[in-house]
């Protein structure tokens, strides 16, 4: 009974099982970066991000159709464009990065939207915004773990790096010359996990996965690295649970497993040690 | 010359063109244990500014001969609500020794444990950042310039909001470092704390009203000058064609 419940679908649909491995290799690469974000208090970038990517994604899927290189190359281009242009800009001129960002994925956005209609093509937008995380295939699923081990690998070693420029960038700049190519370079990995995990999610969805374990991770700790040790789980609960739903309910997957994730947020939000519960059941103060 | 620490050759530096320090020249030498003290406006912080090379000089030129830089901002970028326990963000003084990769040692721990000793923060390693109180993270900022270890130091403003304990005992701190051999730049605004506690100062109100010991710098004429000074930018200021 259980076994059909949890199981089952995964062992008898190899699709269901193709979609499981590709949640959990987001969950690994996205799920940290997430945090990153939120601490550096952008966690509506990856959301600009995925606005910039989409149009660059649309053009390759113009030119090579539904290919995972011409469409990925695509996204990489638009988001990695946007980004480093961004970064540039905020360090040059007065503009803050987040106007440069603004200013960059509104251009991708409007310049794709006139390339895609003026082609008269009927390109499919809603798998490009929603994904398919059930029609995986193998490039595609080497493509998502390739990318989550990269990030893992990059975070490892740029842990300090990436810290050291959240908590106080003037301090990182002046101690090390590295200072905003941790950033920048941190940048680039939020591209790479947004295009990585679009071809599943969707390019809105995906930032789904990214922000919403991060958000419930915040609420449970106040600790960086037990932070990122929440969110992954957290962002693999919302896949296992997500796909589970789907499959048994009939809903659309992607949606599905945003929603977990969301679910799992919102009931954080209360029960959290720092969620809104402990508002209203005050303890004593100590004595000092 | 092994003893000059600091050339200011003429230096002009501002803000769209408007000076805010106007020709200054002179040195600081090794070891000196120097005030900034002037009006506000005067080009103080934005001197601090292009020591650690964050601003570049409108005309002239400022020579360093000494390696390492800890430098303590008015306003710094500091992210308070960053949870990040106080031991930690003292550790990251030693970010300029041991860069974004390397291993800190035990010793280096230690030594972390005893710069917070001597702030007085000892019992405070595992509390967050964003538990402290102004005069308790200032503190902390200080222990992470100890554990810099720079030859030259520049304070703006470090005792503004603290209590008088703590300003004692972070002026036992800073003479710790004269005696050391650093170089110490703190801009104040308290006249009587420099008088008793810095050799020298430099009087700056734009231009520089005087740079030497600190008895023959501040002078109750040059302090009027200095209080004088037209704090506004003249928006129709001509050109400045001062020889060098």
């Known amino acids: 009974m259980l076994y059909d419940a949890l199981i089952g679908p995964f062992v008898e649909f190899p699709f269901m099982k193709r979609a499981l491995v590709g949640g959990i290799a987001i969950s690994l690469g996205a799920a940290p970066i997430g945090v990153f974000l939120m601490l550096r208090r952008m966690s509506l970038i990856g959301d600009a991000m995925a606005h910039a990517i989409l149009p660059g994604a649309a053009i390759g899927f113009l030119i090579g159709g539904i290919s995972l290189g011409y469409m990925t190359i695509g996204g990489l281009i638009a988001g990695l464009g946007v980004a480093l242009a961004s970064g540039l800009v905020s360090r040059t001129t007065l503009v803050k990065e987040d106007m440069a960002l603004a200013a960059f994925y509104l251009i991708s956005l409007a310049l794709g939207v006139t390339l895609v209609s003026a082609s008269r093509s009927n390109i499919d937008i809603l798998a490009l915004l929603f994904g398919s995380i059930l029609a995986l295939d193998d490039p595609t699923l080497l493509l998502i773990v390739s990318v989550a081990s990269l990030t893992l690998a990059a975070l490892a070693v740029g842990y300090r790096g990436i810290l050291m420029e959240c908590l106080d960038p003037g301090f990182a700049s002046g101690v090390s010359r590295y200072g905003s190519l941790f950033h920048l370079g941190f940048l680039v990995f939020v591209v790479l996990n947004l295009v990585a995990g679009f071809h599943a999610l969707g390019t809105l969805l995906v930032v789904g996965i990214m922000m919403l374990p991060a958000g419930t991770a915040r609420l449970w700790s106040d600790d960086v690295a037990t932070m990122i040790a929440i969110a992954v789980p957290v962002a693999m609960l919302s896949n296992l649970a997500g796909l589970l739903i789907s499959y048994h309910a009939g809903l659309a997957s992607g949606p599905a497993i945003i929603l977990v994730a969301g679910a799992l947020y919102a009931a954080s939000l209360i029960f959290a040690p720092y969620g809104l519960l402990r508002r209203f059941l005050p303890q004593r103060h100590l004595e000092a | ?244």
């Not at chain 2, 130091?153 to 800073?174: C, G, K, N």
Request: a neutral charge; charged letters at 20%; hydrophobic letters at 45%.
């Open chain 2, 1 to 244: 010359m092994a003893d000059i620490a600091l050339e200011f050759r003429d230096l002009t530096l501002g803000y769209d063109r408007h000076p805010a320090v106007h020709h200054l020249t002179g040195t600081v030498m090794r070891g000196d244990l120097l005030a900034i003290v002037g009006p506000n406006g005067g080009g103080k912080s934005t001197l601090l500014k292009c020591l650690a090379g964050r601003l570049a000089p409108l005309s002239g030129s400022v020579v360093n001969h000494l390696s390492g830089l800890a430098y303590m901002p008015q306003i710094g970028d500091l992210n308070r609500d960053f949870p990040v326990s106080v031991f930690d963000l003292a550790l990251t003084g030693l970010c300029g020794k041991r860069g974004m990769f390397g291993r800190i040692s035990r010793g280096e721990q230690a030594r972390a444990q005893e710069a917070l000793a001597a702030v007085g923060l000892t019992g405070f390693e595992n509390r967050s950042i964003r538990t402290l109180s102004g005069g308790q993270l200032q503190r902390l900022l200080f222990a992470r310039l100890m554990l810099q270890d720079s030859e030259l130091i520049l304070l703006d403003e470090p005792f503004t909001a603290i209590d008088s304990r703590t300003i004692d005992d972070l002026l036992v701190i800073m003479h710790r470092w004269h005696a050391e051999g650093r170089t110490v730049l703190a801009v104040l605004h308290d006249l009587e704390l420099v008088k008793a506690h810095f050799p020298k100062t430099l009087l700056l109100a734009r231009d520089p009203l005087g740079l030497g010991p600190t008895t023959t710098v501040l002078t109750d004429a040059r302090l009027d000058t200095a209080r004088a000074m037209a704090e506004a930018f003249d928006r129709d200021a001509s050109e400045c064609h001062r020889a060098a």
